[in-house]
């Protein structure tokens, strides 16, 4: 079975460093993988969506990495703001609806 | 607007009694699908679905019953809600399995 960890459960970074979010997982047999950013009592937004054919995505000032074979991907913030915390889960998939697996997440606070 | 909508954002209800939670997209996305939040389990797939009259249990099925007769809706039921239910629950689409997924922003319920 596929499990999913995000370690540290929580971070606090002052405004403007660069940061970096970890997920790993432990079959390296997935299909792709998201990261997603949560805001308290909201729902999941996607952020990034990698392949497993590709090694990284970038949007703006975030940049995902993934490197299947030590079953690791990283979330690169850059010059990181307040609006930024929020708690930031990442999941993977196998290829099947049914087995999309979620870590419980990092919780983010940039402070001013 | 586009997008995923969820119905009711809060809910209260009592043990034994049948509740049922609305979702309703606008992209006719084919996947949609049920989660549960909780605290010390993360996300947990509850139910998911294909597409129009195709559906399917994920982890977490016992006691809840889902039906999809339109592409746009996919409601979910408490046939005789337990405290154990207790939770924030998401729906989520997409166009194709490991596709990027949308949430919903969830509906909070409290069974007492």
């Known amino acids: 079975k596929q499990e999913v960890t995000q370690i540290p459960a929580a971070l606090s970074v002052p405004e403007g460093e660069n940061l970096v979010l970890n997920c790993s997982f432990t079959?390296?047999?997935?299909?792709?993988l998201q990261w997603f950013r949560q805001d308290p009592g909201k729902g999941l937004t996607s952020l990034l969506l990698?392949?497993?054919?590709?090694r990284e995505q970038t949007s703006g000032r975030l940049n995902a990495s993934l490197d299947k074979s030590s079953g690791r991907s990283t979330l690169y913030i850059a010059a990181s703001q307040p609006g930024d915390s929020a708690t930031y889960l990442c999941?993977?998939?196998?290829?099947?609806?049914?087995?999309?697996?979620f870590g419980s997440g990092t919780q983010l606070t940039v402070l001013p | 607007d586009a997008g995923i909508t969820q119905s009711p954002r809060y809910k209260i209800t009592e043990t034994g009694r049948q509740v049922t939670l609305m979702c309703h997209q606008t992209?006719?996305?084919?996947?949609m699908f049920w989660y549960r939040q909780d605290l010390g389990h993360g996300l947990r797939l509850i139910y998911y679905?294909?597409?129009?009259?195709?559906?399917d249990k994920g982890e977490v099925p016992d006691g809840y019953v889902v039906s999809r007769s339109k592409t746009e809706n996919f409601p979910l039921t408490l046939e005789s809600a337990t405290r154990s239910q207790t939770s924030v629950y998401f729906c989520?689409?997409?166009?194709?399995?490991?596709?990027?997924?949308?949430f919903g922003s969830g509906t909070q319920l409290s069974v007492l």
């Open positions: 989520a689409s997409s166009g194709r399995v490991s596709e990027k997924l949308f």
């Open positions: 079959d390296s047999a997935i299909y792709n």
């Open positions: 990698i392949q497993s054919s590709q």
């Open positions: 999941a993977v998939s196998p290829g099947s609806a049914r087995q999309l697996t």
């Open positions: 992209w006719s996305h084919s996947y």
């Open positions: 679905s294909a597409a129009a009259d195709i559906t």
